[in-house]
């Protein structure tokens, strides 16, 4: 549909032009922006506003804007936050659960777009304090259609945590009520995913139809083979995973068996990761930013997928196109797509670390750095 857009040009049109490659094919090309689409049909005076490769708006398939270490932040630091990721290139996030009612961001058009998942849903005392709706298995259900209903399309269950009787992970839920919730969830239009650290929630939760798993350490081949097989999304989120012998240490004097685990989880990481893409398992790159990352570190996490094995190409996809087309945006800049964009002076498929230093970042059809 939006390669049939077409553009009407009077004496009074205002125009950027941008020059260089476009990604992901690498075709050298002016691109212009009108009326917050892409044309490339030559538009006479248009202001010429950057040149270097140009990038369709990244994205940061699990953050969380309105969260700090401590719950809920005000407007003004989640405006704060939104403002970072959005400066750090990331034009489309998913929010990943956050204990704050950020839907007002979808009126500002200065703000990156944004795909809410409402606020976690996690065992009653099995989770950060004031992070989540903490309900029994009995209300797991409810609390997922209330929450799929004030979303933008996804819901966020807390999979597994650890368990003080058990002193180790273990699932937050019965295997039966999180095929419920999902089941709930899917009626109302909305697509789940679920913090997953270890493996035993992981049958279950396949089993339930999910959408999609965040970190996956304990993914396992057979898991893997059913991930692949139901299309279940992978969002390994890198950087969150270098941090478990800190949660190790801090966890190891009262709970030494969660310990020994987060510590094998860590040690197997790559092989874990490599594992699902060399199978197919789709992956996406999340910053987890407002959980162990800054906003506006979604470079890091390409950089840091990039660093276990993932090639260039596929890494800087997983946050740019292919997520675009996951999440239901235009994967590529194509004629009449909205013109959302970075530009970076050099080839960010020859060296991520340029995704640091976007030279242009453009948001509806505006440059806004």
């Known amino acids: 549909m939006l390669a049939a857009l077409r553009f009407e040009r009077g004496p009074q049109v205002t125009a950027l032009r941008f020059r260089g490659p476009v990604l992901p094919d690498g075709e050298a090309r002016d691109l212009y922006v009108v009326d917050g689409r892409v044309t490339y049909e030559k538009v006479a005076g248009a202001d010429t506003a950057g040149e270097g490769w140009i990038v369709p708006g990244l994205v940061d398939a699990h953050c969380h804007i309105g969260l700090d270490d401590h719950g809920a932040v005000d407007v003004a630091e989640a405006e704060a936050q939104a403002i970072a990721d959005r400066d750090g290139g990331a034009l489309l996030i998913r929010d990943c659960g956050s204990a704050a009612d950020t839907s007002w961001i979808h009126?500002?058009?200065?703000l990156p777009r944004l795909i809410r998942a409402g606020r976690h849903i996690a065992r009653t005392r099995r989770y950060i304090r004031n992070y989540a709706h903490e309900v029994e298995p009995a209300d797991l259900a409810d609390c997922v259609a209330e929450e799929a209903r004030r979303g933008d399309g996804w819901v966020k269950l807390v999979g597994d945590w650890i368990s003080r009787e058990e002193g180790?992970?273990?699932?937050?839920?019965?295997?039966?009520?999180?095929a419920d919730a999902v089941r709930v969830a899917h009626e109302h239009g909305a697509r789940v995913?679920?913090?997953?650290?270890?493996?035993?929630?992981?049958?279950?939760?396949?089993?339930?139809?999910?959408?999609?798993?965040?970190?996956?350490?304990?993914?396992?081949?057979?898991?893997?083979e059913r991930m692949v097989a139901q299309q279940v999304a992978l969002v390994p989120t890198v950087m969150q995973i270098d941090k478990f012998p800190?949660?190790?240490?801090?966890?190891?004097?009262?709970?030494?068996?969660?310990?020994?685990?987060?510590?094998?989880?860590?040690?197997?990481?790559?092989?874990?990761?490599?594992?699902?893409?060399?199978?197919?398992?789709?992956?996406?790159?999340?910053?987890?930013?407002?959980?162990?990352?800054?906003?506006?570190?979604?470079?890091?996490?390409?950089?840091?997928?990039?660093?276990?094995?993932?090639?260039?190409?596929?890494?800087?996809g997983a946050a740019s196109w292919r997520a675009r087309a996951w999440l239901g945006w235009n994967a590529t800049l194509e004629e009449g797509a909205p013109a959302d964009f970075v530009v970076f002076e050099t080839d960010p498929l020859l060296d991520l670390s340029v995704l640091r230093r976007p030279s242009r970042i453009v948001l509806r059809g505006v440059l806004v750095s």
């Open 107 to 110: 009126d500002r058009d200065d």
């Open 168 to 178: 180790d992970l273990a699932p937050s839920f019965p295997a039966g009520m999180f």
């Open 193 to 224: 995913t679920a913090h997953c650290f270890g493996r035993a929630v992981l049958p279950g939760l396949l089993d339930a139809g999910i959408d999609c798993i965040e970190h996956g350490t304990g993914l396992t081949e057979d898991l893997v």
């Open 246 to 316: 800190e949660y190790a240490e801090a966890g190891g004097e009262k709970f030494p068996d969660y310990a020994a685990t987060m510590t094998d989880l860590h040690a197997r990481r790559r092989d874990t990761l490599m594992a699902a893409f060399e199978a197919g398992v789709a992956l996406y790159a999340g910053s987890d930013g407002g959980g162990i990352s800054r906003h506006g570190n979604l470079a890091g996490e390409v950089i840091a997928m990039a660093g276990l094995g993932i090639p260039a190409d596929y890494a800087l």
